[in-house]
């Protein structure tokens, strides 16, 4: 079998103190790739000319330790994603992998549907030459007035913040969940124009914005993908980081416009229901267990791009293991090492438990929803 890469992708080399890695974009699927240096290597000679011993034969001499079977372990995943013609290799996964594979993905899909509404690259470009200041390292003194100033009165009027009042709408609090969330859109949206931002500061691309609905959960979305690009670490990081930090400067600011500024009784629980859910969203975005901000600072940070899907996938090998054990069959354990074990084991475990916490509390809160829609119709007809 002779593979051939797909045609018209570039990839872009980068290198730090540790390592050489490449970076590019599959512009058909938007997906962006990380390849270290012997998988760039083993890019190169997808050509379509060379078979996968000649290929194995010839990686070896430069990296040495590459099998055939380990190869064609590592083109399958390739093939899985469109980025090698045919599918031949898929052909060999075992076939109970590959069915929980395929269900993995589609639950996966069903968990994050995007719905894409604007492009907003040339607006971001716009927005940038008039507020991109407010990303300047001259602010960061004023910011961190502004956060321990804040954070004090905060602390000082917890239980206000925190009151029944604040959470309860008709003394429940799930519908305070929806009141807090519909009243916090505008946040959301400066939320989400702050990735982008972040991302022209560095002078990458803006691909899209939209809606979602995330483990069953409305939101928005900023597709800031291009900041893969970015030179340095600190850069992707930072453009992950700007959407809850300026979240967290825009609560800080409500909670002095509460503390100084006299306000009517329902603008008043208004800011403290403001404050409340977007330092609670701040605190959520931070959470490295789900695919929000914190996740993606998290990977950023630890340089373990895909960690998620690669945990995932490593504990669906271990599920599958009583079988194939008995059909004598090689799940590819090998390609992993046992720092990787341990880790995608300890991600992949927790990372699922807290998901599906959060789905299940998801699911409740639309329960709620019709009931409570169902009592105001029955309320109406009767």
């Known amino acids: 079998m002779n593979p051939k890469r797909v045609a018209g992708i570039d990839l872009k080399r980068f290198e730090n103190s540790e390592e050489v890695y490449y970076i590019f974009r599959n512009d058909e699927s938007g997906e962006y790739y990380r390849f270290s240096e012997p998988e760039e ?32 372990e590592y083109l399958k995943g390739l093939e899985s994603n469109g980025l090698i013609e045919g599918d031949y290799y898929r052909s060999k996964y075992p076939d109970e992998e590959n069915l929980m594979k395929n269900a ?121 993908s291009d900041a893969w690009f970015c030179e340095k670490k600190s850069e992707r990081i930072f453009v992950s980081f700007a959407g809850p930090f300026f979240t967290l400067i825009m609560s800080c600011g409500l909670i002095l416009i509460w503390e100084f500024v006299s306000l009517s009784p329902l603008a008043l629980i208004t800011v403290q229901r403001l404050v409340y859910f977007n330092l609670l969203s701040v605190l ?21 791009p895909n960690l998620r899907t690669e945990s995932f996938g490593f504990l669906r090998k271990v599920f599958l293991i009583p079988l194939n054990t008995l059909r004598g069959r090689d799940l590819g354990f090998g390609k992993y090492t046992k720092k990787e074990r341990t880790a995608y084991s300890i991600y992949g475990g927790i990372a699922g438990v807290i998901t599906g916490i959060i789905l299940i509390y998801s699911i409740s809160i639309y329960v709620v929803m019709w009931d409570v829609l169902k009592g105001f119709v029955m309320g109406i007809v009767m």
């Open 41 to 72: 290597f083993i890019w190169g000679k997808l050509d379509g000319d060379h078979t996968t011993e000649s290929i194995v034969e010839i990686v070896n001499e430069r990296f040495g330790d590459l099998t055939v079977e380990s190869l064609e």
């Open 104 to 224: 993995g993905d589609r639950f996966s899909d069903l968990l994050s549907i995007k719905f894409p509404m604007v492009h907003p690259d040339d607006l971001c470009d716009s927005m940038y030459k008039r507020v991109g200041w407010l990303m300047s390292k001259w602010m960061a003194p004023i910011y961190v007035v502004l956060i321990v100033v804040a954070l004090v009165i905060f602390v000082q009027n917890y239980s206000t913040f925190t009151s029944a009042e604040t959470i309860r709408v008709w003394d429940s609090g799930y519908l305070g969940v929806i009141v807090l969330f519909a009243i916090s859109i505008p946040m959301m949206i400066i939320h989400e124009f702050s990735h982008a931002l972040a991302c022209k500061k560095f002078n990458r691309h803006v691909w899209e914005m939209g809606f979602m609905l995330y483990l069953i959960q409305p939101c928005l979305y900023c597709d800031t």
């Open 284 to 304: 959520l975005g931070f959470n490295p267990l789900i695919l929000m901000d914190g996740y993606y600072m998290f990977m950023d940070l630890l340089d373990a």
